[in-house]
Nanobody, 125 residues
Framework: QVQLVESGGGLVQAGGSLKLSCAASGGSLRSYTMGWFRQAPGQERELVAAVSSNEGSYYYGESVKGRFTITKDNAKNTGHLQMNSLKPEDTAVYYC??????????????????WGQGTQVTVAS
């Protein structure tokens, strides 16, 4: 059973930066696609960024391309989401997730095996 714990959320002014971290235990991220999802009030959960198990493939949502960077450190069993040039519309609860697939982009939410508890990101205008 893999456990994921996010950290790094908070309140930031528009244009600022935050770095989210996701620490995994109980299993190696080498075997998992890692993704960051977000959910704003009244909205569906959306995939923001993902990296394949072997770090050979990456996905970014259109709204975050060029601003967010996902990384996965298999040796440290951690992942990060660097968020730059933040906008008020980035305000949401952010979740890290792991899917036991080489590349899970395009698979339904049910394919993501493990989820963190979520961390709030609030961007003030």
């Amino acid at each position: 059973q893999v456990q994921l714990v996010e950290s790094g959320g908070g309140l930031v002014q528009a244009g600022g930066s935050l770095k989210l971290s996701c620490a995994a235990s109980g299993g190696s991220l080498r075997s998992y696609t890692m993704g960051w999802f977000r959910q704003a009030p009244g909205q569906e959960r959306e995939l923001v960024a993902a990296v394949s198990s072997n770090e050979g493939s990456y996905y970014y949502g259109e709204s975050v391309k060029g601003r967010f960077t996902i990384t996965k450190d298999n040796a440290k069993n951690t992942g990060h989401l660097q968020m730059n040039s933040l906008k008020p519309e980035d305000t949401a609860v952010y979740y890290c997730a792991a899917a036991f697939h080489v590349w899970a982009y395009g698979l339904p939410s049910s394919a993501w095996n493990y989820w963190g508890q979520g961390t709030q990101v609030t961007v003030a205008s």
